[in-house]
């Protein structure tokens, strides 16, 4: 079943954010853009490079009222220690969301049975919190952060135009493609 357009549920969760634990739920998700970046797990390969490569563009997803949240199955209190030992994770600003009960990554179905971990998804979700566009890769393929930032101005685009959309390999201020009867096809 598709989780596009699913409506997210009521959560209530902890994150480490701004070296203070916080209480996130779903109340904080609306009336902007959000980003919720599930993966597998603190002190690990891949996630450091990720969790690193959203750092370094989440100046530009603030500046577009978008708020990204890193999502595992570890504790927010595991958060923190990752937080004040390792030196890319030292830098992370947006908040780390601790979801050892699994409340998010089954609401988001992205939780692995057989590893107990969250899997890769990145869940764009919009002001009304609503899932617009989501991936899951597999645990071993990175994501790129500049491509998730180029669905959310996609996303937002499309938000506010609503009868114009967006061509492959659209960026912001490029031309977009009004739906109309003479633009079917080309």
Not at 33 to 53: H, K, N, R
Not at 112 to 127: M, Y
Not at 132 to 156: D, F, S
């Amino acid at each position: 079943m598709s989780l596009l357009y699913k409506e997210v549920d009521d959560f209530e969760v902890y994150a480490y954010h701004q070296k203070q634990f916080k209480k996130v739920t779903k109340k904080d998700l609306l009336g902007k853009w959000t980003l919720f970046f599930f993966y597998p797990a603190d002190f690990t390969f891949v996630c450091p490079t990720e969790l690193d490569d959203l750092q370094e563009k989440y100046q530009e997803f603030k500046k577009v009222n978008c708020e990204i949240y890193a999502i595992s199955t570890d504790t927010h209190f595991a958060h923190k220690t990752w937080h004040d030992i390792s030196e890319n994770i030292s830098k992370i600003e947006y908040p780390m969301i601790g979801d050892p009960t699994h409340t998010l990554t089954y609401d988001f179905d992205v939780f692995d049975e057989n590893d107990g971990l969250a899997q890769r998804g990145s869940f764009i979700i919009d002001p009304e919190g609503k899932v617009v566009v989501y991936e899951v890769n597999a645990g071993n393929v990175g994501r790129n952060a500049e491509e998730l930032l180029r669905r959310l101005h996609a996303c937002q685009f499309v938000y506010e135009h609503g009868n114009n959309v967006c061509p492959a390999k659209w960026k912001l201020g490029e031309k977009t493609i009004q739906t109309t009867i003479e633009n079917i096809g080309k």
